[in-house]
């Protein structure tokens, strides 16, 4: 019995120890030489106006305080490029009032990110899902309603999923993550 209960305790450290996040890659897969790097300008597929300046700027400011890679002004210039495209806007009422109105909100923002080494011409990570959410209590309805707490704007909450989304896209860049896909056999979203 005590030799199963030493084995049991072994196998569940060496488990619990192997486990990585998503955004916690054991393998380096950028390539050394990738120091330079593009940043296409953003794709907004919503009909939401201007998300894709602020993050543009929100993944640009990430990138240079992280300081492990150098931005460049042009594609010709860079050993690698980032390409995003801002996919789904999403803003969901979830709690009401006794009056049917919204008091806190769900925004949810979906956006399709590829990393790719313009030397070898290869797709070296592409997430087409990735997500950023803040669930928060809208401005206007706590102020009328001291017991609700403090609230934020929406454009508050944005640019909280700005920053969460920045920090995912730089830490993936940087550490890398998944496999390395020839643009010819995987199409990119330009």
């Given at each position: 019995?005590?030799?199963?209960?030493?084995?049991?305790?072994?196998?569940?450290?060496?488990?619990?120890?192997?486990?990585?996040?998503?955004?916690?890659?054991?393998?380096?897969?950028?390539?050394?030489?990738?120091?330079?790097?593009?940043?296409?300008?953003?794709?907004?597929?919503?009909?939401?106006?201007?998300?894709?300046?602020?993050?543009?700027?929100?993944?640009?400011?990430?990138?240079?305080?992280?300081?492990?890679?150098?931005?460049?002004?042009?594609?010709?210039?860079?050993?690698?490029?980032?390409?995003?495209?801002?996919?789904?806007?999403?803003?969901?009422?979830?709690?009401?009032?006794?009056?049917?109105?919204?008091?806190?909100?769900?925004?949810?923002?979906?956006?399709?990110?590829?990393?790719?080494?313009?030397?070898?011409?290869?797709?070296l990570w592409t997430e087409p899902n990735m997500e950023g959410i803040q669930i928060y209590r809208d401005i206007t309805r706590t102020q009328s309603n001291p017991d609700m707490g403090?609230?934020?704007?929406?454009?508050?909450?944005?640019?909280?999923?700005?920053?969460?989304?920045?920090?995912?896209?730089?830490?993936?860049?940087?550490?890398?993550?998944?496999?390395?896909?020839?643009?010819?056999?995987?199409?990119?979203?330009?």
């Open positions: 019995m005590k030799k199963f209960f030493s084995l049991l305790v072994v196998f569940t450290t060496v488990a619990l120890t192997s486990c990585t996040s998503p955004y916690e890659p054991a393998v380096q897969i950028l390539p050394e030489y990738i120091k330079e790097v593009y940043v296409r300008p953003f794709i907004n597929n919503t009909n939401q106006f201007g998300l894709e300046a602020k993050f543009t700027n929100a993944v640009v400011d990430e990138i240079l305080s992280d300081g492990r890679l150098s931005l460049v002004n042009t594609e010709e210039e860079s050993d690698g490029i980032l390409a995003v495209t801002i996919k789904k806007y999403i803003l969901k009422p979830l709690i009401y009032d006794i009056n049917g109105v919204a008091e806190q909100y769900k925004l949810w923002i979906i956006v399709s990110v590829s990393f790719i080494d313009k030397d070898n011409n290869v797709t403090d609230g934020i704007s929406e454009e508050e909450a944005r640019e909280m999923v700005w920053e969460k989304l920045s920090r995912n896209i730089v830490k993936r860049t940087i550490k890398g993550f998944g496999s390395v896909t020839s643009i010819s056999e995987k199409k990119v979203p330009v």
